[in-house]
């Protein structure tokens, strides 16, 4: 069937119509911090003991975190995300987890790590705040590319001088990353987990995870690696040396802080 001019004008004023609703429903989240965030464990292989903690936003209109963060990032609102996300970390920060003194990762998107104005807003809030810089940890996600590479190593290495730590999330993920590692001067990387859910079958991914820890090791860049989920891949990443990893095996996305140590597998 052919398809009129008037029917897919029909058909954009729709989506424009949908798209509207749903960017009033984001904003109207972002205003009201409509989200929580889940508490994962960053495990030290060695120590037996979280090294931090990811703070993971949970909307609760229910519906995924990354359909929303995708969606913001579509229609540019990542960045008015991001500094509400920040805003909600350093509070918690100064009010809730100030007795523990354990350190904690809060996501920004890629697509805000190139924005002048969302930059100058986060740096203003960690000034006004000041003594986070040995507890809070920015992780950078590839959910977006980033082209402006010079401008995002400027914000990184702006933050380093503050003593914040900056995290490359989902290394390996997309065609980009090894360009990313090369142009930005971060302090860990964290490796995809399509090479984790693949390393006890395949040769290659583990000897990638490898080669990636080493060259990571000479850059004086830490590793985590992500959703480690059975005994047998811890195993195989001390092995292979890796001293960082996340994932349900050592502990699921909680709505507090929580970590035994003493579960830790021996």
Request: hydrophobic fraction near 40%.
């Amino acid at each position: 069937t052919a398809i009129s001019i008037e029917t897919l004008n029909s058909g954009i004023k729709v989506y424009a119509a949908a798209n509207a609703q749903r960017i009033q429903q984001f904003k109207g989240i972002i205003d009201r911090f409509d989200f929580e965030f889940h508490y994962q464990p960053i495990v030290d292989f060695q120590k037996k003991d979280v090294a931090h903690f990811e703070m993971l936003s949970r909307f609760r209109t229910g519906e995924s975190t990354q359909e929303w963060v995708v969606f913001g990032e579509d229609v540019g609102l990542a960045a008015d995300f991001d500094i509400a996300v920040c805003e909600r970390a350093i509070n918690y920060l100064l009010y809730k987890g100030g007795v523990t003194r354990r350190k904690f990762a809060v996501n920004l998107s890629g697509q805000s790590m190139q924005n002048e104005q969302f930059f100058k807003t986060l740096l203003a809030k960690l000034t006004m705040n000041k003594g986070l810089s040995d507890r809070l940890i920015f992780e950078i996600t590839e959910s977006t590319t980033m082209t402006q590479l010079e401008t995002v190593n400027r914000f990184i290495k702006t933050l380093q001088e503050r003593g914040f730590k900056v995290c490359l999330d989902d290394f390996g993920a997309g065609a980009a990353s090894f360009q990313y590692l090369q142009k930005l001067h971060v302090d860990y990387v964290k490796i995809d987990g399509q090479y984790t859910k693949r390393l006890l079958a395949s040769s290659r991914d583990a000897v990638m995870i490898k080669n990636i820890n080493k060259m990571c090791e000479d850059l004086n860049v830490q590793v985590v690696v992500e959703q480690v989920e059975e005994r047998a891949q811890y195993e195989k990443l001390l092995e292979l040396g890796i001293k960082l990893g996340q994932g349900y095996y050592f502990g699921r996305p909680l709505p507090k802080p929580d970590y035994d140590a003493s579960q830790f597998p021996v």
